[in-house]
């Protein structure tokens, strides 16, 4: 098999083989189809690597609620109907794994073991945000861990017969404004949290705690450029390839450089420059106050700061929102700043802060 990519593949699979089959099935059924949700082929970012599994010609259904008795109906006639292989690629997988993966194999005979989801399109988005899309409150956006907002967004719809599937990731595009402004505090509180910790492990010559602060400002700043870019910060596997996908040169550059980076005093001026530029990005947006940029002392001492407090109290004064202008800020994101899949991948932050 020549690797091609999973949104390619998958757009002409529904094209030329699904979307005739659910036509076969019932030419009057209103329905959707796209490929959405987990995988590095929702992104545009498999490659010949991600064939080992959870890979392949697959995609999901969406049905009204009108057509959720049919549900078991569609798959099995497409087990029942669908070819074996296509493009070379087969369109049979294994049962799940333990660890709930399945894969390509070749089809013996039979009804295929395919890997189309089939749900009704209500259930699908409540199911992932825990809450009614069209109901979300600001507190609820932020109680929703960002990577499932990738998946919901990302990907490809191939069909939306029910002229809802569009309609609703472009509501869950980005955070309304104020959530993004505090989002946007959250991120610069941590920088004020630590900022000053930089100049005292060049003080002290504590080359490794200064790596590995700087590379926390780092995170932190690269994560500020998302929220900037009104983008969604993917789990740490894709977060430097998105990155780049923001098209930001300056501020890749100086972060490369502070990373590599050996000599304490140089590292120092390096996180100052970052700070400048991103926050030179940030005065630069819409509808996000502005700043003065300038590096100071740290009180009497000659650790150079940008002041990351003065930031996140212009930007709390700009919200209106009283629930939010009055939020804890250290909950605000927890899941894209304790950088753990445990918690990107998963609900445990969100059922916490949904309690």
Not at 40 to 62: C, E, K
Not at 261 to 273: C, M, Q, R, Y
């Amino acid at each position: 098999m020549t690797f091609l990519p999973g949104l390619t593949l998958n757009e002409r699979y529904y094209t030329e083989i699904v979307g005739p089959l659910m036509k076969e099935y019932d030419p009057s059924l209103c329905y959707s189809a796209s490929l959405i949700g987990y995988g590095s082929d929702v992104l545009g970012y498999d490659n010949a690597t991600s064939m080992d599994h959870n890979w392949g010609p697959r995609m999901q259904i969406f049905v009204g609620k009108a057509d959720v008795g049919r549900i078991e109906s569609i798959k099995a006639y497409l087990c029942a109907h669908l070819p074996g292989e296509f493009m070379g690629f087969s369109t049979h997988f294994s049962e799940k794994g333990p660890d709930g993966t399945q894969k390509m194999q070749v089809h013996p005979s039979g009804e295929v073991n395919h890997l189309i989801d089939v749900f009704e399109i209500d259930g699908f988005f409540t199911e992932f945000l825990h809450k009614d899309a069209s109901q979300l409150t600001h507190l609820d956006w932020l109680c929703i861990p960002e990577q499932r907002l990738v998946e919901l967004t990302s990907g490809r719809v191939f069909h939306d017969g029910l002229g809802r599937l569009n309609e609703m990731r472009s509501a869950l595009r980005y955070y309304p404004r104020e959530v993004k402004l505090v989002k946007l505090a959250a991120y610069w509180e941590c920088v004020s949290n630590e900022e000053a910790f930089v100049g005292r492990a060049v003080e002290f010559g504590d080359l490794v705690g200064l790596k590995l602060l700087a590379a926390r400002m780092v995170n932190t700043m690269l994560k500020i450029c998302f929220v900037l870019r009104e983008t969604y910060v993917p789990y740490s596997k894709w977060f430097s390839r998105a990155f780049d996908e923001l098209q930001l040169p300056e501020i890749k550059a100086l972060a490369e450089a502070l990373l590599s980076e050996n000599e304490a005093p140089k590292i120092e001026t390096l996180v100052s420059e970052l700070y400048m530029a991103v926050l030179a990005l940030q005065n630069a947006s819409a509808g996000v106050p502005r700043v003065e940029r300038v590096i100071t002392n740290y009180y009497n001492r000659p650790y150079k700061v940008i002041g990351a407090g003065k930031i996140v109290s212009a930007l709390r004064a700009a919200i209106t929102d009283e629930q939010l202008k009055a939020i804890d800020l250290t909950l605000v994101g927890l899941d894209t700043k304790l950088d753990s899949s445990d918690f990107t991948n998963g609900d445990v932050l969100g059922r916490l802060l949904r309690d």
